[in-house]
């Protein structure tokens, strides 16, 4: 393994690891929510903006039926 290598091995270790250590916030009930860091990996940020907005729509539409 050339030291290229090995850093970007390490840099994928560090990231998921980041990434396993939130995950586990998922694991036990929060009934008020969670926070979560988003590290920007790949299309994360956007993919949970999606469906934030995806949900924000689904209430709003919930509302304006009211």
Known sequence: ??????KQAQELKRTIAQLESELEKFSSSHPQGINVFLPNVGTLIEDVRKVFLAHRDMFNEKFRKL
Do not use: G, I, V
């Open 1 to 6: 393994m050339t030291d290229q290598q090995l």
